[in-house]
């Protein structure tokens, strides 16, 4: 089991920039990756970035450039950096943890979420 808690979210101008947390307990070692998700009001989750355990990091293309995932292994803790925001930014974030489980299947944990508004 992988507890995740996520902190930082709030309004921001267009432009602006902010930083989510998230801070990991539980079975951490067995985490493969990490990574952020969003979900804009009536729309589905999507995927924002990643940071495996090499560390690897990868990022959806409406914020490569802009947003920068990094982890604190001391502090078992996940960072979003968020520069240069955008009104469609805006949604809730959502950190995850996966692990393989029994027969490799994937398993996922999630946080509770973090509101994100960016204004115009």
């Known amino acids: 089991q992988v507890q995740l808690v996520e902190s930082g979210g709030g309004l921001v101008q267009a432009g602006g920039s902010l930083t989510l947390s998230c801070a990991a307990s539980g079975s951490i070692f067995s985490v493969n990756a990490f990574g952020w998700y969003r979900q804009a009001p009536g729309k589905a989750r999507e995927w924002v970035a990643t940071?495996?355990?090499?560390?690897?990091?990868n990022y959806a293309d409406s914020v490569k450039g802009r947003f920068t995932i990094s982890r604190d292994i001391t502090k078992n803790t996940v960072y979003l950096l968020m520069n240069s925001l955008k009104p469609e930014d805006t949604a809730v974030y959502y950190c995850?943890?996966?692990?393989?489980?029994?027969?490799?299947?994937?398993?996922?944990?999630w946080g509770q979420g973090a509101q994100v508004t960016v204004s115009s």
């Open positions: 995850n943890a996966n692990q393989l489980g029994v027969g490799g299947r994937r398993i996922d944990y």
């Open positions: 940071i495996t355990r090499s560390p690897r990091t």
